[in-house]
């Protein structure tokens, strides 16, 4: 049998559909299109965020014109202080303004700075190279496209004090969130192309896929544009969301470049032919790297440990009620491949949302008592075991990070889903011919009605 993974979906920030609150779902990688009602790989936010587009796929009335391809630079003088913008160009209109909110931001970040190292430490250079293609697009003219343009390639510099982003690629946003996704250029034959999280529960705003240029893994940002313009504005009522949306994002930059130095040549570029690997590299890959995400961008994050917490406890929830109800209808389908990724998902769902919360809770220096509703509702759990060996393995991966001899690092983030799997009635076994056997046993719970 094939078995096909349940973490296998397109990534991205997320809103609610039904409510247009801010829902995070991140994956720098993937790729696999899913039905409508699927979940997006990972999850995160649910605190109330700027609008989205009212219909999914639809152009907002603005859309006129773009900016594409702009380079913007920056550089520090000797002897200067703070980041001086190199423009490409000739100044845009409202430059004034521009050069105020560029003020406000620093000082922003000088607060994070002051907050999270005590004053003590000065901020590294700048990693993100010193300049990058942005693309504006659907602005409603060329200038406004330019100045946003320059104005969150100068926010994503700033925030590479806090983590390296050597391995940038270049920045998009858009209102067309979803042809910029599919028009991206990764360097490679992608399988399928780059697609947003689309269902009836959520609308993907935010990635990071990473792309191969001269040889080199990098990753690019993009962006659904109504959810990054309030970064403009330190005083906007979405202006820290719109901030940690950002930084999360690039934090999954970070992330793949520690990855790419540990294991050079793998990622992009080895294509994975063992069955079990195929089926559970997306799992260990979205617990992993939202994790790391996480706890890296944790600084810019003040207000995010109870949005984390309602997700991950509205999907633990959930989780046995919407397998089971998957594994009944399978009794009448017989469709093997369906009922993983239909039962598998919201199996798996709580590890995620979990690795979310606990890197969080990790990068603010913190506890479960940051998230007390989600401690008590695990405690109580089928999911406890797991989840507290699954944050136990997170922080040793974190901690070696500089030593990873192997991917096998990760196994025991495999074993743990495969557990996971296997509590919620699908069993999983390795065939000596390396395909995957799929036993899914008869219940009180499961059985056909």
Known sequence: MQPTSPAAMSGGAAVKAENRGMVRAHGAQAEEPRSPGSRPKGLALTGLGPQAPNKKGSQPEAVRSEARGIVTGWRRPEGASGVQRVEPGPAPAGRATMD???LNLVSCLERYKLMFMNGEEDLPEPSAPESFPVSARGFADATEAEDFARYIALTVRLISQYMDLSRLDGITVAFDYDDALAE??????PSRPLTRTSGDRMIGVAMAP?????GVVKAHLVFCAPFVLPIKDEKHEYFSQALYLVAHECAHIAELKCRDERFPGKILQVPITDREEEFFAPIVESLWTEYAACRLSAVFGREQASAYEECFVGALEAARDEANTAIRAYRWHGDVNRVIEDAGRPLVEPLRLAAYLIGHIDGRGG????????RDRLAASEYADSIGRMAEVLREIWSKADSWESPKVFDPLKEIAREVLKQGGIILTRQADGSLYADIPFTIDTLPT
Do not use: M, N, S
Not at 184 to 189: H, I, K, T
Not at 210 to 214: G, L, Q
């Open 100 to 102: 105020l909110q560029h």
């Open 210 to 214: 990473a792309v191969i240029r001269d």
């Open 367 to 374: 506890d479960w008592d940051a998230a007390p509703t989600a």
């Open 184 to 189: 991206l250029d990764r360097g490679y034959e």
